[in-house]
């Protein structure tokens, strides 16, 4: 495999670490060393030291000539969340959301051309599409996406669109990029962002940018709803208010919490 990256303070050996890491997934949660080597693009002996590094750390466990992730990867993911405190600050609002609704609330960043999930107040329904934290959908198809990537410049935009996404998922909307910008347009306009079975069958949202001290959206807030069982007027009359207060008092506390010294924000929320 080259090096993906000439200069001399790039580590390949990390990265090559975190293609193993990233080779596994739900549909493939246990791999053989073969498996491993051939999805990472990885020589087998270099794999093969990769793994056992990992499992010496505990963040990988091998049985019968196979291995999985174990549940230390999280520690991973949540030490992300835990420095930024975003989930005390907005777990009450996205509880109240969730609970007003009867319907699952997400919150998501942009990484690229995607969206990853970085909290969740889940109400167990039966979906196209299973989410979790750290789950990954091309942004454009996305209420959450479509709210983060109208508040990026022109040339932010072209810029993020550059980067593939890394979902994994095809979605059903393929956008040209002046549909695209014509639908962000109205996005930025209405403060707000609908997608329709756009991402998959059945699945329906609206979301809204969550925003930090300088005004910029670091993040959105959604409700998803079946789109058998919830009405677009449903959505947009009853639960649209809801979504923008909740969205509102997040963007506040965000605020507040950043306007503290660093002292004090460790031993707030």
């Given at each position: 495999?080259?090096?993906?990256d000439?200069s001399?303070?790039?580590?390949e050996?990390?990265a090559?670490?975190?293609?193993?890491?990233?080779?596994?997934?739900?549909?493939?949660?246990?791999?053989?060393?073969?498996e491993?080597?051939?999805?990472?693009?990885?020589?087998?002996?270099?794999?093969s030291?990769?793994?056992?590094?990992?499992?010496s750390?505990?963040?990988?466990?091998?049985?019968?000539?196979?291995?999985?992730?174990?549940?230390?990867?999280?520690?991973?993911?949540?030490?992300?969340l835990?420095?930024?405190?975003l989930?005390?600050?907005?777990?009450?609002?996205?509880e109240g959301?969730?609970?007003?609704?009867?319907?699952?609330?997400?919150?998501?960043?942009?990484?690229?051309?995607d969206?990853v999930?970085?909290?969740?107040?889940?109400?167990?329904?039966?979906?196209a599409l299973?989410v979790?934290?750290?789950?990954r959908?091309?942004?454009?198809?996305t209420?959450?996406?479509?709210?983060?990537?109208a508040?990026?410049?022109?040339?932010?935009l072209?810029?993020?669109l550059a980067?593939?996404?890394r979902s994994?998922v095809t979605?059903?909307?393929?956008?040209?990029?002046?549909?695209?910008?014509a639908a962000?347009?109205?996005?930025?306009?209405?403060?707000w962002?609908?997608t329709?079975?756009?991402?998959a069958?059945?699945?329906?949202?609206?979301?809204?940018p969550v925003?930090?001290?300088?005004?910029r959206a670091f993040?959105?807030?959604?409700?998803?709803?079946?789109?058998a069982?919830?009405p677009?007027?449903?959505?947009l009359?009853?639960?649209?208010?809801?979504?923008?207060a909740a969205?509102e008092?997040?963007?506040?506390?965000?605020?507040?919490y950043?306007?503290?010294?660093?002292?004090?924000?460790d031993r707030?929320?």
């Amino acid at each position: 495999m080259a090096r993906r990256d000439e200069s001399r303070d790039f580590i390949e050996a990390i990265a090559r670490g975190l293609d193993v890491l990233r080779a596994f997934s739900s549909a493939r949660p246990t791999m053989t060393l073969r498996e491993i080597a051939e999805s990472s693009d990885l020589a087998r002996p270099t794999a093969s030291r990769i793994l056992y590094t990992l499992e010496s750390l505990g963040y990988v466990r091998s049985s019968d000539g196979s291995y999985a992730l174990t549940p230390r990867v999280l520690e991973l993911g949540m030490t992300y969340l835990q420095a930024m405190n975003l989930w005390d600050i907005a777990r009450p609002h996205m509880e109240g959301l969730s609970a007003a609704t009867g319907n699952s609330s997400s919150m998501a960043q942009l990484d690229g051309s995607d969206i990853v999930y970085v909290a969740r107040a889940a109400v167990p329904k039966i979906i196209a599409l299973g989410v979790s934290i750290g789950t990954r959908f091309p942004a454009p198809q996305t209420s959450l996406g479509k709210a983060l990537l109208a508040d990026l410049s022109d040339d932010e935009l072209r810029a993020v669109l550059a980067e593939p996404s890394r979902s994994g998922v095809t979605p059903r909307w393929h956008p040209s990029h002046d549909e695209l910008v014509a639908a962000l347009d109205e996005v930025r306009a209405q403060g707000w962002a609908l997608t329709d079975e756009q991402l998959a069958p059945g699945i329906r949202s609206i979301a809204a940018p969550v925003r930090g001290r300088d005004g910029r959206a670091f993040a959105s807030l959604n409700v998803t709803v079946h789109a058998a069982e919830t009405p677009v007027s449903t959505l947009l009359d009853d639960y649209l208010p809801l979504l923008l207060a909740a969205a509102e008092a997040i963007t506040t506390d965000w605020t507040a919490y950043q306007s503290l010294p660093q002292t004090q924000r460790d031993r707030s929320f």
